[in-house]
């Protein structure tokens, strides 16, 4: 492939998602061509209109479980589905997101030989036995639960990304990712971040699943983007995997009054069972990310959380407008 100079063309595939369209933003403003490929299953036009002006931004409404021929030089492979009720209310389609379009996005980046990196997660250590989360952890997986789907599917991607690297010489970059917030989070996405802020917002009872003890680490998006363009800018040898999170642990009780402090609402707090094979904790070990891409998030979890705050208002004061 012909490349005139040192801007890449680079396709990323759940491009219209939460962290995609962020990802897209910054390869633009670093002077990159993007190509977003999405099926717009929980993406929406509404995350990257302001980039559709751009001539170096293209999308194809395309869904990855199918052939992809294209031409670039790098492939971020983002797409599926990332909350439990998305990636839950079809579950099928989700392991093939995982399965099936791996092997598509492997398949391109093998015909192109360049280099592909994989959006994983630190679901792939399921129910955590051992704590904070290193890579060379295996995890504690349900394979038949409501989140295998996602977990099991992640996990196989893993090993066909590893598969690839092996048989075919690819270079393969894997980052587990841990749970990452900012603005645009949907508003109905039934993650906790957005949840807890948009009812503490509509001054509704904040739902607490459980007791609140269970423990989430939680990155602000800024931080996983810089990470993951490290990531793909590593050395060949550098395969990952990786964590990328933010190692600041709170419990799901503290998050909910901390978000009621930004937000001064006068929401109470309400109790409802815990979803089934819920991680009790969650932590990232990242002494292999600071080492090998210098890289540590900077953002605190207030700051994150007020400019989530920040968003979700004026997303509301521009609904009540019109
Ligand atoms: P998201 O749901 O906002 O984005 C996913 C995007 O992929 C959407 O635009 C969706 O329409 C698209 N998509 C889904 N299936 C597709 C298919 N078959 N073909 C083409 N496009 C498809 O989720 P997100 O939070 O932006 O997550 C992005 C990636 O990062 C996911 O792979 C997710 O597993 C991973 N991840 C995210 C987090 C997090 O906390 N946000 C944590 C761990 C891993
Ligand atoms: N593939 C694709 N785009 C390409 C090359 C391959 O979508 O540019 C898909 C193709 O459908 C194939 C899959 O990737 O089934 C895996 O490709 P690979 O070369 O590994 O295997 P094979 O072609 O032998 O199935
Ligand atoms: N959670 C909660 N209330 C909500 C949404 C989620 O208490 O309205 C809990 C959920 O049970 C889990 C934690 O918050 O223990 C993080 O949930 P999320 O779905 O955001 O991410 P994941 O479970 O995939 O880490």
Same mark, same amino acid.
């Given at each position: 492939?012909?490349?005139?100079?040192?801007?890449?063309?680079i396709l990323?595939?759940?491009?219209?998602?939460?962290?995609?369209?962020?990802?897209?933003?910054?390869?633009? !403003?670093?002077?990159?061509e993007?190509?977003?490929?999405?099926?717009?299953?929980?993406?929406?036009?509404?995350?990257?209109?302001?980039?559709?002006?751009?001539?170096?931004?293209?999308?194809?409404?395309?869904?990855?479980c199918?052939?992809?021929?294209?031409?670039?030089?790098?492939?971020?492979?983002?797409?599926?589905?990332?909350?439990?009720?998305?990636?839950?209310s079809?579950?099928?389609?989700?392991?093939?997101? !995982?399965v099936?379009?791996?092997?598509?996005?492997?398949?391109?980046?093998?015909?192109l030989?360049?280099?592909?990196?994989?959006?994983?997660t630190?679901?792939?250590?399921?129910?955590?036995?051992v704590?904070p989360?290193?890579?060379?952890?295996?995890?504690?997986?349900?394979?038949?639960?409501?989140?295998?789907?996602?977990?099991?599917?992640?996990?196989?991607?893993?090993?066909l990304?590893?598969?690839?690297?092996?048989?075919?010489?690819?270079?393969?970059k894997?980052?587990?990712?841990?749970?990452?917030?900012?603005p645009?989070?949907?508003?109905?996405?039934?993650?906790?971040?957005?949840?807890?802020?948009?009812?503490?917002?509509?001054?509704?009872?904040?739902?607490?699943?459980?007791?609140g003890?269970?423990?989430?680490s939680?990155c602000?998006?800024?931080?996983?983007?810089?990470?993951?363009?490290?990531?793909?800018? !590593?050395p060949?040898?550098?395969t990952?995997?990786?964590?990328?999170?933010?190692?600041?642990?709170i419990?799901?009780?503290?998050?909910?009054?901390?978000?009621?402090?930004?937000?001064?609402?006068?929401?109470?707090i309400?109790?409802?069972?815990?979803?089934?094979?819920?991680?009790?904790?969650?932590?990232?070990?990242?002494?292999?990310?600071?080492?090998?891409?210098?890289?540590?998030?900077?953002?605190?979890?207030?700051?994150?959380?007020?400019?989530?705050?920040?968003?979700?208002?004026?997303?509301?004061?521009?609904?009540?407008?019109?």
């Open positions: 492939m012909i490349n005139y100079d040192s801007s890449k063309r990323v595939t759940g491009g219209a998602g939460f962290l995609g369209s962020h990802l897209c933003e910054k390869l633009l !403003s670093d002077g990159h993007v190509i977003c490929v999405d099926n717009f299953y929980t993406g929406r036009k509404s995350n990257i209109i302001h980039l559709l002006k751009n001539p170096y931004f293209e999308v194809i409404r395309h869904d990855i199918f052939p992809l021929y294209v031409e670039v030089d790098e492939i971020y492979n983002l797409a599926c589905p990332a909350s439990p009720v998305h990636y839950q079809d579950a099928v389609q989700t392991t093939k997101t !995982s099936h379009g791996s092997i598509n996005m492997l398949g391109l980046a093998k015909r030989k360049i280099r592909i990196l994989q959006a994983s630190s679901e792939v250590y399921g129910n955590p036995e704590h989360q290193k890579e060379d952890y295996w995890g504690n997986v349900n394979p038949i639960g409501r989140r295998s789907c996602y977990d099991e599917g992640k996990r196989c991607a893993e090993t990304f590893f598969d690839y690297y092996h048989q075919n010489g690819l270079q393969v894997v980052a587990r990712i841990f749970n990452t917030y900012g645009r989070m949907y508003p109905n996405d039934g993650r906790v971040v957005s949840n807890f802020i948009v009812q503490a917002l509509k001054n509704q009872n904040i739902t607490i699943y459980g007791d003890r269970q423990t989430r939680f602000y998006v800024d931080d996983l983007i810089d990470g993951l363009i490290r990531l793909m800018s !590593s060949d040898d550098f990952g995997p990786v964590n990328l999170g933010n190692p600041n642990e419990s799901i009780r503290q998050l909910a009054e901390k978000i009621l402090d930004i937000t001064e609402s006068d929401s109470t309400d109790f409802a069972p815990l979803p089934t094979d819920d991680p009790v904790r969650r932590k990232p070990d990242i002494t292999l990310a600071e080492n090998s891409l210098r890289w540590h998030p900077k953002i605190s979890l207030f700051e994150g959380l007020q400019k989530t705050v920040d968003y979700f208002r004026s997303l509301f004061k521009g609904r009540d407008k019109k």
